[in-house]
């Protein structure tokens, strides 16, 4: 709600609505609130500046390494990622074993400069290298009646530390409907800032969805399922009432605990300005209609 967005305004954070809101929001915004001429921060090209490298190498979650911020960045050099092989299987015509060179082989890696918004309010702007998934899941074959696709982290207690001890049911699992493993924005990223994943962002493969709050974006990927049933995810597991399985980003709909209405951009300094946060965080005209007739409070 763009009443809660006005805390941090200033005279100069009025900009035309059009500079960073599409013309749907534009309307709705004007008739809900009847706020035509103030608005939130802008969010317009400045929004799309990376976050510096050593910020998002820093600050992370990976539990599999410790529920500290800083501790994937302390551990993660424990993890050995060679060799690397990915298990497709499931409702595939070429289930199997794909090793992760075979794979990158075939694939092309561009850059996608993407804003990351993690479900406890913070976000980065991040320069992902990687590859659609849907151009993996067409090399193993999906078959026509699969409906979902189920990721895997990998389960390595000697040397992923934090899996020794119970914060989360190991390993690490997530799912996505088809139809959005499919969508052009949907990655397997392998690198950040053209470097090969750093490990406690994920390495060697993980998954970056970027309308969708960051936990549904599975690091260190062994094994991709496609089923015809709602996989379970590890944080709807831990804490049903608080995390779904759809877990679009979503300003309107509160996290129980706290407001997802704005968010802290992390790199800026303890003290920097939160910025609103953006409905599907900025990608409404990309992914809006893969949910269309779906009641987006209740699909939380
Ligand atoms: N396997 C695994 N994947 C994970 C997590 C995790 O703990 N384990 N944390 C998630 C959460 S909550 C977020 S916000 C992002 C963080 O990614 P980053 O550290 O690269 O910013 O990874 C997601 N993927
Ligand atoms: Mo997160």
Known sequence: MAHRWTNDLTHDDVTPKSAYLNRRQVMAGMAGLGLAA??????????LTPTDFDVITQYNNFYEFGTGKDDPAKHAHRLTTKPWSIKIDGMVDRPGDYALEDILSQMTIEERIYRFRCVEAWSMVVPWNGFE??????L????SSAKYVAFETLYRPKEMIGQNSPFLDWPYVEGLRLDEANHPLTLMATGIYGKDMPKQNGAPIRLVV????????????????L???????????????EYGFYSNVNPEVDHPRWSQASERPI?????????????FNGYEQEVASLYEGMDL????
């Open 227 to 241: 089923t015809d049933k709602e996989p379970p995810t590890s944080w709807n597991k831990s804490i049903p009432g």
């Open 297 to 300: 409070r209740k699909n939380y």
């Open 210 to 225: 970027p309308w969708k709050y960051g936990f549904k974006s599975i690091k260190s990927i062994v094994r991709i399922t």
């Open 140 to 143: 193993a074959g999906v078959q």
């Open 38 to 47: 103030l608005a939130p921060k802008a969010r317009a090209a400045a929004d």
């Open 267 to 279: 790199g800026g300094g303890f003290f920097a300005k939160r910025i609103p946060t953006l409905m």
């Open 133 to 138: 998934l849907k151009d993996l899941l067409d």
